[in-house]
């Protein structure tokens, strides 16, 4: 017990010590994000197309997938970020927070993002919307994400750490080049190793 407990406070020590140099996160202008604060979430490089928009896909009607338009810049919708655990309602890189797309849908009142269900002919987690705002827990996992730090950008990860418990597959936020519509092209959002570089544009 004596050689447990000094480890122990070291550990807590240390973890005090990550919790305090957590950076926020900044938009293109150079502020820090509020938390309920609309911004819309960009590609890192603008002229690859438009920001994020949910779209119907996979030759579905619902649920609503979240997309970026290669072509369009009319069609993104702003963004809304809910932390797990807020600092002075600023939004800090690697935290836990709910994503919420402020658009209106038929298919479901929420529009939260989430992971959808694994998608076995494509072999892929897509992400939706629909998922739960907040009370995180084991029956909220899939609706947590994070932003990270990505060379000198952004980038959006699944690796929530919300349930203690919970075994989770960490992997980033990146776009598929397919195309379901032939009139308006555009990629689709899933978990996927390499990661879509991302910034943030006050709405």
Same mark, same amino acid.
């Given at each position: 017990?004596?050689?447990?407990?000094?480890?122990?406070?070291?550990?807590?020590?240390?973890?005090?010590?990550?919790?305090?140099?957590?950076?926020?996160?900044?938009?293109?202008?150079?502020?820090?994000?509020?938390?309920?604060?609309?911004?819309?979430?960009?590609?890192?490089? #603008?002229?690859?197309?438009?920001?994020?928009?949910?779209?119907?896909? @996979?030759?579905?009607?619902?649920?609503?997938? #979240?997309?970026?338009?290669?072509? @369009?810049?009319?069609?993104?919708?702003?963004?809304?970020?809910?932390?797990?655990?807020?600092?002075?309602?600023?939004?800090?890189?690697?935290?836990?927070?709910?994503?919420?797309?402020?658009?209106?849908?038929?298919?479901?009142?929420?529009?939260?993002?989430?992971?959808?269900?694994?998608?076995?002919? @494509?072999?892929?987690?897509?992400?939706? #919307?629909?998922?739960?705002?907040?009370?995180?827990?084991?029956?909220?996992?899939?609706?947590?994400?994070?932003?990270?730090?990505?060379?000198?950008?952004?980038?959006?990860?699944?690796?929530?750490?919300?349930?203690?418990?919970?075994?989770?597959?960490?992997?980033?936020?990146?776009?598929?080049?397919?195309?379901?519509?032939?009139?308006?092209?555009?990629?689709?959002?899933?978990?996927?190793?390499?990661?879509?570089? #991302?910034?943030?544009?006050?709405?």
């Amino acid at each position: 017990m004596k050689i447990l407990l000094p480890f122990l406070f070291i550990l807590l020590a240390f973890c005090l010590v990550q919790a305090e140099n957590l950076q926020p996160v900044l938009d293109m202008s150079h502020k820090e994000l509020q938390t309920g604060t609309e911004y819309f979430i960009l590609p890192y490089n #603008v002229s690859y197309g438009g920001g994020l928009s949910l779209a119907a896909t @996979r030759g579905k009607t619902c649920p609503l997938e #979240v997309v970026l338009h290669v072509e @369009r810049y009319d069609d993104q919708i702003p963004v809304t970020f809910h932390p797990a655990n807020t600092k002075d309602g600023v939004v800090l890189e690697s935290t836990d927070l709910n994503i919420k797309f402020k658009t209106k849908t038929n298919c479901v009142k929420s529009t939260i993002m989430k992971v959808d269900n694994y998608d076995r002919s @494509r072999k892929r987690y897509y992400l939706t #919307v629909g998922g739960v705002e907040g009370n995180p827990g084991y029956k909220t996992i899939k609706n947590w994400f994070k932003i990270e730090k990505y060379n000198d950008n952004y980038k959006l990860m699944y690796c929530p750490t919300i349930c203690e418990f919970c075994k989770v597959v960490c992997k980033n936020v990146g776009a598929y080049d397919d195309v379901y519509d032939d009139t308006i092209p555009y990629s689709v959002f899933a978990l996927k190793a390499e990661p879509q570089m #991302v910034m943030f544009r006050k709405a």
